[in-house]
């Protein structure tokens, strides 16, 4: 592992947890810089002044970066300190998926020919970095690693009622009035959205259904809302799809991202609205009725009042 640290640095056993997740995936060399600012490393390399750590119901602890001399994970040390050291090995283990997968050139990057408009080409990208995040916890679970956090059902319930709240805060808020700032907003929620249902996917596959009867009364409302119907499409995907250590054909990679963006067509409907394409440009538009989104507001405002008493 070729480690530099930015600020106070993990404990030995924390180093050596990261080296030994690394070498479980067959990267023991990867370059890893371990900071306490992560945000402003992130756009000091990446030149992207805009990003941030809000994810929904998630907390990035690192993020595998594709630079000029070759992938670079960068660690959340503030997020990761506390970890124990198998949860940090977890997590190192996980990040040298995305670095196989970018050593092999098996993202969405150089492939905008698949689609048409841009819109088209915005959801093959959500899909793309979902199908990126299951193919590694599939191997993951195949190396005997247990599910991460993500992947919990409670951690996709809180994910539901999460959504649920993102959407009916951008639709309240005035801000949405310009169609641009909504379908930014609303892309947001839906990016994180779909990463959350591949790790939950990743460890269940035919167990789906049995994690599903097992989610609270209120999340299965928002469960049936939000993804109901599309569920089993993109299960049928995400079971075609190879672990991260199973190199793909371009062919074969193309006809499944091609489909993952028309699996977050679908979902994007479910959420909530729907691009179309009109003359040299596209429209954004919800396509639930407001009886819907009145429903949503008062759950919304439901568990909010749960929050607050607990």
């Given at each position: 592992m070729e480690l530099s640290v930015n600020g106070r640095g993990l404990t030995d056993n924390q180093v050596d947890a990261m080296q030994a997740g690394l070498s479980r995936m067959e990267e023991p060399d990867a370059a890893v810089i371990v900071t306490d600012d992560f945000v402003g490393t992130v756009r000091r390399l990446t030149s992207h002044e805009s990003y941030s750590t809000d994810r929904g119901a998630s907390i990035v602890a690192a993020r595998t970066l594709s630079l000029d001399g070759g992938p670079v994970v960068v660690v959340n040390r503030p997020e990761v300190s506390n970890l124990p050291p198998k949860d940090v090995e977890r997590l190192l283990a996980h990040e040298a998926g995305h670095i196989q997968l970018m050593e092999r050139a098996e993202g969405v990057v150089g492939r905008r020919d698949l689609v048409g408009p841009d819109w088209e080409w915005w959801l093959l990208c959500l899909g793309g970095f979902a199908l990126d995040e299951l193919r590694i916890e599939r191997r993951l679970a195949e190396l005997g690693y247990p599910v991460s956090g993500a992947g919990t059902?409670?951690?996709?319930?809180?994910?539901?009622?999460?959504?649920?709240?993102?959407?009916?805060?951008?639709?309240?808020?005035?801000?949405?009035?310009?169609?641009?700032?909504?379908?930014?907003?609303?892309?947001?929620?839906?990016?994180?959205?779909?990463?959350?249902l591949a790790y939950f996917a990743a460890f269940r596959s035919d167990r789906v259904g049995a994690g599903l009867a097992i989610l609270p009364d209120?999340?299965?409302?928002?469960?049936?809302?939000?993804?109901?119907?599309?569920?089993?499409?993109?299960?049928?995907?995400?079971?075609?799809?190879?672990?991260?250590?199973?190199?793909?054909?371009?062919?074969?990679?193309?006809?499944?991202?091609?489909?993952?963006?028309?699996?977050?067509?679908?979902?994007?409907?479910?959420?909530?609205?729907?691009?179309a394409s009109e003359g040299n440009g596209f429209s954004f538009r919800r396509v639930v009725s407001d009886s819907v989104c009145h429903a949503r507001l008062q759950r919304a405002a439901a568990v909010a009042r749960l929050d607050e008493s607990a």
């Amino acid at each position: 592992m070729e480690l530099s640290v930015n600020g106070r640095g993990l404990t030995d056993n924390q180093v050596d947890a990261m080296q030994a997740g690394l070498s479980r995936m067959e990267e023991p060399d990867a370059a890893v810089i371990v900071t306490d600012d992560f945000v402003g490393t992130v756009r000091r390399l990446t030149s992207h002044e805009s990003y941030s750590t809000d994810r929904g119901a998630s907390i990035v602890a690192a993020r595998t970066l594709s630079l000029d001399g070759g992938p670079v994970v960068v660690v959340n040390r503030p997020e990761v300190s506390n970890l124990p050291p198998k949860d940090v090995e977890r997590l190192l283990a996980h990040e040298a998926g995305h670095i196989q997968l970018m050593e092999r050139a098996e993202g969405v990057v150089g492939r905008r020919d698949l689609v048409g408009p841009d819109w088209e080409w915005w959801l093959l990208c959500l899909g793309g970095f979902a199908l990126d995040e299951l193919r590694i916890e599939r191997r993951l679970a195949e190396l005997g690693y247990p599910v991460s956090g993500a992947g919990t059902v409670d951690h996709l319930a809180d994910s539901l009622y999460q959504l649920n709240a993102e959407v009916v805060t951008t639709l309240l808020d005035p801000a949405s009035s310009d169609v641009e700032k909504l379908a930014s907003a609303v892309m947001q929620s839906h990016d994180w959205f779909s990463k959350h249902l591949a790790y939950f996917a990743a460890f269940r596959s035919d167990r789906v259904g049995a994690g599903l009867a097992i989610l609270p009364d209120q999340a299965k409302l928002e469960w049936d809302d939000y993804v109901g119907p599309t569920w089993g499409g993109r299960v049928a995907l995400y079971q075609e799809a190879p672990t991260s250590a199973e190199p793909m054909r371009d062919s074969e990679l193309n006809e499944l991202l091609q489909e993952t963006g028309r699996q977050e067509q679908a979902l994007l409907s479910k959420i909530g609205f729907r691009y179309a394409s009109e003359g040299n440009g596209f429209s954004f538009r919800r396509v639930v009725s407001d009886s819907v989104c009145h429903a949503r507001l008062q759950r919304a405002a439901a568990v909010a009042r749960l929050d607050e008493s607990a």
